[in-house]
């Protein structure tokens, strides 16, 4: 990958033109010859905003970078030259370094030591030509190193900025393996709970008709019927399946997405909704598993309940959500799960099913007369 290269890199190139031409700028003060300072920052902001352009433009390029670092260094040449070993010089070489860790890692050594040897080199003949204090003459003896610590300073950023943006590439494909291996295994519980059952049931039937039809004519019309039916069913499904799946707008919020399924199971059925919704966002697992349970439960009050009116909350409750359905219909005796199970109720048993793989609980409470009220609790943050 360039990408972390080709932003340290980035980096390394501003930061060096800014101090290069602050020590440049400097000299305008101490120079008898400007037009040299002058010179040197016309250089430096030059070749600065072409290498930044390149390496914006073109990222790859961090991955062939000897052509540019053998340009930089001959530009550090023409700044010795130009400033007579002066601080932008040093500064530049310092930079070099740098990128040259950026881009090649520990691989900069023999170019680092080139480096080096240039600033000794240079440092030299700025100390044959002149008398500097001896503490400046050890600050400039001393300087060339600084191009060493440089670029292993800039190896080690980018080694750390290219772990991190490699650990985060692997959570973000984890995160959609997770979510791909769930999706197909929330897919698989529909199909089974839905056309799977169906088609098991046609199965049946048309194991049974070669036989009926040489023993019971009527019994193999009756079969042939069945499996005609329960073909239309399963195709039914099938499409039904594929909307429910599209049911739940995710660019909606969570409030809206439960109006929308009410409203919708309104004009159909015709039975009046009271709809009452807090903007809360459950997570997107929980989120589905409340609106599938929500279409769920008016479709079971439209199938069995004999309602007018039907009454749907969602409210937050601490740091759990809370969906309400309630409705004015004739109501039942509730039983356990087991039970209704057992007597193939299956409707509530799969709504308890989709609570627990929310991480949540469903409860029901109802008697004969006075309806019926189903309420899902689930967390809003999956721990």
């Known amino acids: 990958m360039s990408i972390a290269p080709a932003a ?124 500097p204090p001896p503490e400046v003459a050890a600050f400039v003896a001393a300087f060339p190193m600084v191009s060493v610590l440089a670029g292993l300073g800039a190896a080690a950023a980018t080694g750390a900025l290219q772990r991190q943006l490699d650990l985060a590439v692997a959570m973000v494909a984890e995160a959609q393996r997770s979510a791909a291996a769930s999706e197909r295994a929330r897919l698989a519980r529909e199909l089974h709970d839905s056309v799977a059952k169906t088609l098991r049931g046609v199965s049946f039937a048309a194991l049974a008709l070669p036989s009926s039809l040489r023993r019971h004519p009527a019994l193999a019309e009756q079969l042939a019927g069945t499996v005609s039916r329960g073909a239309e069913a399963a195709a039914r499904e099938a499409r039904q399946l594929l909307e429910e799946l599209r049911a739940d707008p995710l660019d909606l919020g969570f409030a809206d997405a439960v109006r929308e399924t009410c409203h919708a199971w309104a004009h159909r059925s015709m039975i009046a909704v009271d709809v009452s919704a807090v903007p809360v966002e459950p997570s997107v697992e929980a989120r589905y598993e409340l609106v599938r349970v929500l279409a769920e439960a008016l479709q079971n009050v439209e199938r069995h309940a004999g309602a007018r009116r039907v009454a749907v909350t969602v409210t937050a409750r601490g740091r759990r959500l809370e969906l309400r359905v309630a409705d004015d219909g004739r109501g039942f005796v509730p039983r356990d799960l087991a039970a209704l199970q057992a007597g193939g109720h299956l409707g509530i048993v799969g709504m308890a099913e989709r609570a627990r793989n929310a991480g949540g609980s469903l409860r029901v409470a109802a008697a004969p007369g006075e309806g019926t009220e189903l309420v899902v609790s689930v967390p809003l943050e999956r721990s």
Not at 112 to 119: C, D, E, F, P, S
Request: proline share 4%; charged share 10%.
């Open 8 to 131: 340290v890199a980035r980096a390394v190139l501003l930061g060096r033109a800014a101090v290069a031409a602050t020590g440049a700028g400097a000299g305008l003060l101490l120079v008898d010859d400007p037009a040299r300072v002058v010179a040197v920052l016309a250089t430096v902001a030059g070749v600065t905003v072409a290498q930044v352009s390149l390496l914006t433009r073109w990222p790859a390029l961090a991955r062939h970078p000897w052509p540019a670092l053998a340009a930089d260094l001959a530009v550090a040449v023409a700044l010795a030259v130009l400033s007579g070993g002066g601080m932008a010089f040093f500064a530049w070489v310092a930079g070099s370094a740098a990128l040259g860790g950026a881009l090649l890692g520990m691989r900069a050594v023999p170019l680092w030591i080139g480096q080096a040897a240039l600033g000794f080199a240079a440092a030299g003949a700025v100390l044959r030509t002149s008398a």
